[in-house]
């Protein structure tokens, strides 16, 4: 089953399909609701979604096929490979995600994990979420007053002024700046204030 907004998409990645991968689409639909649900009633075996970014009506498809067919995988190929997206995709309940540059033999691998049972994400995608995973468990390394100590840093406060609205002296502060920084691999202060904006800690 193919899923993309547009025809012309729905169109080139069926002729991909059949001429380069040897796989001719059951079904194919739009990401409206109505036109997910007819396809489905066809009882694909993969299903394949083409969106760039991770929109409202991506992310509802998916649950919607999660619903009604919760036994058939979901392949994602997207141009995207920025960290809020990744991490969005990455939360709903897709077995792959491809980059479209990675070309057929990277859809073709995908396709193949998916039909073994296997997940499979592209090699750029890999990274990010293990980028992703080692800050949060950084993040889970920090002692309370380490991290009541990151955001007012993050946010501009000098180390003296956060140690008087932490009400600890200087030296103590310090010694909390040391080590979350230490925790959590950054070496200044500009690296933590982006760490703390893309991990949502402050606002941007």
């Not at 059951?26 to 009633?41: H, M, Q």
């Not at 083409?50 to 067919?69: K, S």
């Amino acid at each position: 089953m193919l899923i993309a907004s547009t025809a012309l998409d729905r169109q080139a990645f069926a002729r991909l399909l059949r001429h380069d991968l040897g796989l001719d689409p059951i079904a194919e639909a739009a990401l409206a609701p109505v036109s997910i649900w007819e396809a489905l009633r066809r009882q694909p075996n993969l299903v394949l979604l083409l969106a760039d970014r991770a929109t409202i009506e991506a992310c509802d498809a998916i649950d919607m096929i999660r619903r009604l067919a919760r036994e058939t995988p979901i392949v994602v190929v997207s141009a995207a490979l920025d960290p809020q997206t990744i991490k969005r995709w990455a939360g709903l309940a897709i077995r792959a995600y491809v980059i479209k540059d990675g070309g057929v033999d990277e859809l073709r691998a995908a396709v193949q994990a998916v039909a073994g049972g296997n997940s499979y994400y592209s090699a750029g995608v890999r990274a990010m979420l293990r980028a992703e995973g080692e800050a949060s468990n950084g993040l889970a390394k920090l002692s309370r007053r380490e991290a009541e100590l990151l955001p007012l840093l993050a946010r501009g406060m000098t180390l003296r002024e956060a140690a008087s609205a932490m009400t600890v002296s200087y030296k103590t502060a310090d010694s909390y700046r040391t080590s979350l920084l230490r925790k959590l691999g950054l070496r200044d202060r500009v690296e933590l204030a982006r760490y703390a904006i893309r991990e949502n800690i402050i606002d941007a």
